[in-house]
């Protein structure tokens, strides 16, 4: 079985990338399932629920989220019924939604967990390894894949070492930068410290970089707003897992670039 994980969608830009390309990327690097994290889709915090249909529409078959899973609060009002959303597990006093899904089908089931991170987060949470151990106990027959959302590329691989041989791949998210190190760890388990992005190719993470520039260099206090220049990209990996052994075989990066004309 081959799976697709892609970075995070940032804004209309990464909507329009998946629009344009994904068909024909998961036709390229056939792709049997596919995993898109969706936390920064509706300008560029936050999933507004007509964006998440797009995502799903594009192709996708999951979405997952990050910190700013709650960046549109009015998700409260459709999330229970999202059957393929996955929102961070590891979170406080947040009741509404699924911290892990689980995909029946051939050839195997598959549960997909969201976590967040600890090192220079803003949110508080709970013990990520435990959240991720609850997971497991809960779907003990399932292929266990991650998305570790966290700015700290070492606690990624940290935690990846931490659930191997229950997880069979952890993927991090939420820096929005493409890492070149995919690796299979001790032939159990599939690990990229970050998917990438999927929007702006000459944005900063994504953003238009006028405006980031205006906030970082001269404190201007303006929201971030996605890049726009019909450049895009869609970054992540494909993961081949045996169908039988249900081991990782493989893990490549994906990098595409999509053409769109300016929005
Ligand atoms: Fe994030």
Redesign the pocket.
């Known amino acids: 079985m081959r799976i697709l994980f892609l970075g995070?969608v940032v804004g209309e830009a990464g909507l329009l990338a998946l629009e344009k390309g994904l068909s024909s990327l998961k036709k390229q690097v056939r792709a049997d399932f596919v995993i898109v994290n969706g936390?920064?889709a509706s300008y560029g915090s936050g999933l507004f629920e007509k964006d998440y249909q797009r995502i799903l529409a594009s192709g996708a078959d999951c979405v997952t989220l990050?910190?700013?899973y709650h960046g549109k609060p009015d998700i409260d009002y459709w999330i229970d019924e999202a059957s393929c959303l996955v929102r961070p597990r590891n979170i406080f006093d947040y009741e509404r939604g699924q911290g892990t899904l689980y995909f029946e089908g051939a050839p195997f089931p598959i549960a997909v967990t969201n976590i967040l991170g600890t090192a220079f987060m803003k949110d508080d949470v709970l013990d990520p390894v435990q959240c991720f151990e609850e997971a497991y106990q809960e779907y003990p027959d399932a292929v266990h894949i991650v998305d570790y959302?966290a700015e700290s590329t070492s606690e990624k691989k940290c935690f990846a070492y931490l659930c191997k041989g229950k997880a069979t791949v952890v993927v991090g998210?939420?820096t929005?930068v493409k890492s070149d190190d995919c690796q299979i760890i001790d032939h159990e388990l599939a690990f990229m410290t970050d998917l990438g992005l999927c929007g702006d190719a000459p944005g900063i993470i994504g953003f238009d970089p006028k405006v980031t520039l205006d906030k970082v260099r001269f404190g201007k206090r303006i929201p971030f707003l996605p890049g726009n220049s019909g450049h895009y990209v869609l970054q992540g990996c494909v993961v081949e897992i045996d169908d039988d052994q249900r081991r990782p075989l493989s893990i490549e990066g994906v990098n595409k670039k999509v053409e769109g004309g300016q929005i």
């Open positions: 995070d936390e920064n990050g910190n700013h959302h998210t939420h929005h």
